[in-house]
């Protein structure tokens, strides 16, 4: 059997592909980022790129020892005499905040408004919505502390989705309180966790050394009915006075702007240097357990990577997960249609002009040639399945009179053009009438 692509990844293919669904077209997929462009870039976020690799410090600080996403998902990349290798990013923050810091860009207008689009990569179980290769939407914002950039921030993830044209999205908005907040609710979970070790997974044994809000994460359906069973208090009960007025102002002006959202207090991030607001959005679609995306604030990140304090907030949607959720709600992303002019020739000896022809169109529109003579008939109806507007047919006649015969295939009109003027029928002849000499009209 031919070579097969990795399992965990999908190909984004051409429209017109056997097979095709949404989550693996590639128009598909520049509709999402294109969508999310428009909306980011108007509320004034730049676009940037970092690598897909980077040091595995970065990872490992930027994502939290302590995380699955360190400890069993992370891809390593060597070459031939490398010794330490690098990591195959499993999400965009910290490359973001990496890059913040080591190119001076605190020196731009502050808060900062970043966004990019790209692969992430985890070595994770596959399944529907659970890939090894999947692509993000990412914005970061860099310099705020103030409640009003969080609320931006899930009202830009909320137009994002709104553009998109899904209505079944559910915003889950919890905080998770400064450090001393953290630690104190820690404290408690260690306690009453503490006197049920021997119930917990292993996974969860450890993290109750490491990390017990980790636990109130965890996958294990064991672990999830000794939560329920011990009726655990959520994070919020234990919010001091700042965070919780932060809290309440970003619920403030969400309300203020009629987006809807519910409070859910089993939203945490467990890393250190998570701090207050978090989120997640979710569709049926998708999985209960699965979010269509999610965010947080991240005042301690810079510091954690060895920079100075700043303050940031950043939020990702899955691009396939997006798709997941358009198809179940039956949207559709138009194809990127066909050619404006299809150029073919008659004879062997008029291929390249028609080429020619094709070549110079494409200074105003797209266009496409045939690459060898073909008879009219076939001319037509291969233009018609590359679903070209206008069919140019180059034999002696128009090649010695120095004209294209031009024929509209929605209209059936035939035009006949002077060689020269072809930009300026190509720039009209979405806008009929003509005003050149029809034949056959
Ligand atoms: P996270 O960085 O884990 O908060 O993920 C942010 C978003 O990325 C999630 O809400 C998903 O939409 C998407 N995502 C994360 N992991 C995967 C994966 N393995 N496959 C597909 N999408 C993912």
């Not at 690598?51 to 020892?65: A, C, I, M, Q, T």
């Not at 009003?148 to 919890?174: C, F, P, Q, W, Y």
């Not at 304090?309 to 899955?318: D, E, K, M, N, S």
Request: charged content about 25%; aromatic content about 8%.
């Amino acid at each position: 059997m031919a070579i097969q692509r990795p399992k965990g990844t999908q190909d984004h293919l051409p429209d017109g592909s056997p097979k095709l669904s949404l989550d693996t077209r590639a128009v598909a997929f520049q509709h999402v980022q294109d969508t999310a462009r428009r909306v980011l870039e108007r509320a004034g976020a730049q676009f940037l790129n970092t690598p897909v690799f980077e040091d595995p410090d970065l990872v490992k600080r930027g994502v939290g020892g302590s995380t699955d996403i360190v400890r069993k998902e992370m891809f390593t990349v060597y070459y031939f005499g490398d010794h330490g290798g690098f990591i195959l990013r499993p999400e965009g923050t910290a490359g973001i905040v990496r890059a913040y810091l080591q190119n001076g860009l605190k020196q731009l207008p502050s808060p900062l408004k970043l966004w990019t689009h790209g692969p992430m990569f985890r070595a994770e179980n596959v399944q529907k919505g659970r890939l090894r290769q999947f692509h993000q939407v990412d914005y970061e914002v860099l310099g705020s502390t103030d409640p009003l950039v969080d609320a931006e921030a899930i009202s830009l993830m909320v137009d994002v989705v709104a553009a998109l044209g899904l209505t079944g999205v559910r915003v889950k908005l919890g905080s998770i309180g400064d450090p001393a907040d953290r630690d104190a609710y820690n404290a408690y979970l260690r306690e009453l966790f503490g006197a049920h070790v021997e119930r917990l997974s292993d996974d969860s044994k450890e993290r109750l050394e490491r990390n017990p809000m980790r636990i109130l994460d965890s996958k294990s359906a064991g672990d999830q009915a000794l939560i329920a069973e011990l009726g655990v208090r959520p994070m919020l009960d234990f919010l001091g006075d700042e965070a919780r007025a932060h809290f309440q102002a970003v619920q403030a002006y969400l309300t203020a702007w009629g987006v809807a959202y519910d409070i859910d207090p089993s939203i945490v991030r467990g890393l250190d240097y998570y701090r207050r607001t978090a989120w997640e959005l979710h569709h049926e679609g998708v999985g209960a357990k699965s979010a269509l995306g999610g965010g947080g604030r991240y005042d301690g990140l810079a510091e954690q990577l060895g920079g100075p304090l700043v303050p940031g907030i950043g939020w990702a949607f899955g691009i396939e997960r997006l798709l997941i959720a358009m198809d179940a709600e039956g949207l559709d992303v138009p194809g990127q249609g066909g050619p404006l002019l299809y150029v073919a020739a008659l004879d062997d000896v008029y291929v390249g002009h028609a080429a020619t022809v094709a070549m110079k169109a494409r200074q105003v529109a797209r266009a496409e040639f045939a690459y060898r003579a073909v008879k009219p008939g076939n001319a037509f109806r291969d233009a018609e399945r590359r679903g070209a507007q206008l069919v140019a047919l180059i034999g002696s006649d128009e090649v010695a009179r120095g004209v294209l015969s031009i024929k509209n295939l929605s209209t059936g009109v035939q035009s006949v053009v002077p060689a020269g003027d072809l930009h300026t029928f190509l720039a009209e002849a979405t806008v009929p009438p003509s005003t050149y000499v029809q034949e056959n009209a």
